[in-house]
């Protein structure tokens, strides 16, 4: 399983989302530009000593994370249909989350393979983007059971 970030504005959640990785041994990769340097002192605050444990694989465009990777890309996004507890995950499949101003361009949203959304009050907009990832994460990793992943 791989959770990409496209082009992420906040280095907090980017690097809460590294750290993150690491803890349930994910690849993260992330779709520049981001809109913070990777030396930004929040980032790296955010990640912790976890950032030197992780593999983070970066990508020129969203075009060439398609390029190389076959796999389904599962967009989080607010205006999908599908909840993303209905959709049964694969352990090859690519999580991916948009800016967390914007999304994804309606372009990148329609080469995505499934978008998923977490079900919310009515009177709500959005779930931080590491919030919401975490969510998603979770539930994919329960269903796929990943042997790697210990109970404390």
Do not use: H, W
């Amino acid at each position: 399983m791989q959770l990409v970030l496209f082009e992420p504005e906040i280095p907090q959640n980017a690097g809460t989302l590294i750290r993150m990785c690491t803890c349930f041994n994910i690849d993260i990769g992330i779709i520049e530009p981001a809109s913070f340097l990777f030396s930004d002192k929040l980032f790296k605050r955010a990640g912790m000593d976890y950032i030197d444990l992780t593999k983070i694989k970066y990508y020129q465009s969203f075009n060439e994370l398609r390029t190389i990777n076959n796999n389904r890309i599962i967009l989080l996004d607010t205006k999908a249909t599908t909840k993303y507890y209905d959709l049964e995950y694969k352990a090859d499949d690519i999580i991916m989350a948009g800016r967390e101003s914007s999304g994804v361009p309606n372009s990148v949203y329609e080469q995505c393979d499934i978008a998923v959304k977490i079900p919310m009050v009515a009177k709500t907009r959005s779930l931080n983007v590491a919030i919401s990832v975490a969510i998603v994460v979770s539930e994919a990793q329960r269903q796929i059971q990943y042997s790697s992943i210990q109970n404390s």
